[in-house]
């Protein structure tokens, strides 16, 4: 009974979602027709839903495109899902997985944090692997909530209104980064993982510390807590700044 009872708020739940989704992918044009996806495939909950809400859209054939994804691990970095339980995900949704390795070196900069190397180093992967097979678009994971955390984030530790738009097209390859989540709750996909029963990722990770990302994350929950319009604010201010769609390239 309990099963079932979840199974319904479950199909309720992926109904609002692929409605965020659509809304999304029709206010930014994030999807056209003949596009060849690569999806930034984490572990994390966001980017399983993310694969999930791209094969979803794939089996509609209107518009017709193509989607794949891809894991890449650091191998001197234990932070990382089973990539047995990545490739079953994938496989069941028809989509193939790409599984790659790379690795970096704290030392070979000081100027820059681990988890910056690291990031920099996993996304220079997927960037080759993008133009080698011929993607024209990377799909990531991120929703609303780290869209605004950016925005709070640039303002109060670099003195600039910035953040990572919906959709980024590239000058220097012939890519767009889009984020197809990018109307959705960080609660509401959590909500889903949960009643979807994602694997969690593993996570040790000698560089893992509190980042002023997870403080902004919290005084961004008492901010909403003190007015729960907050959200709507912040996201229209971001999106009047035209900071949704842009022509660029990530430093």
């Keep these: 009974m309990e099963t079932d009872i979840n199974e319904k708020k479950r199909r309720i739940l992926w109904r609002l979602l692929q409605q965020s989704y659509r809304k999304a992918v029709k206010e930014f044009s994030l999807i056209s027709e003949g596009d060849k996806i690569l999806v930034g495939l984490s572990g994390g909950k966001d980017s399983l839903?993310?694969?999930?809400?791209?094969?979803a859209q794939a089996r509609i054939f209107v518009p017709h495109i193509t989607v794949e994804a891809v894991h890449v691990r650091m191998e001197n970095i234990e932070y990382e899902s089973d990539a047995?339980?990545?490739?079953?995900?994938?496989?069941?949704?028809?989509?193939?997985?790409h599984v790659l390795t790379t690795s970096f070196n704290p030392d070979t900069d000081k100027r820059k944090s681990p988890c910056f190397l690291c990031s920099w180093n996993r996304r220079k992967q997927m960037f080759k692997l993008a133009q080698d097979e011929g993607f024209n678009k990377i799909a990531l994971g991120h929703h609303q909530d780290d869209i605004i955390h950016t925005a709070l984030m640039n303002e109060f530790f670099q003195g600039r209104y910035d953040t990572m738009p919906a959709i980024l097209k590239m000058e220097k390859m012939p890519l767009s980064i889009i984020r197809p989540l990018c109307l959705m709750k960080e609660s509401d996909i959590r909500k889903y993982a949960s009643l979807s029963a994602y694997r969690q990722q593993r996570k040790i990770c000698p560089y893992d510390k509190a980042t002023n990302r997870e403080t902004?994350?919290?005084?961004?929950?008492?901010?909403?807590?003190?007015?729960?319009?907050?959200?709507h604010s912040i996201w229209n201010a971001i999106q009047?700044?035209?900071?949704?769609?842009?022509?660029?390239d990530i430093d």
């Design 49 to 55: 839903l993310l694969l999930e809400m791209l094969a």
């Design 240 to 248: 009047r700044a035209g900071l949704l769609v842009k022509s660029g």
């Design 216 to 231: 902004v994350a919290e005084i961004f929950r008492k901010i909403e807590d003190l007015n729960p319009e907050a959200r």
């Design 84 to 97: 047995n339980y990545l490739k079953l995900f994938a496989e069941k949704l028809g989509i193939p997985l």
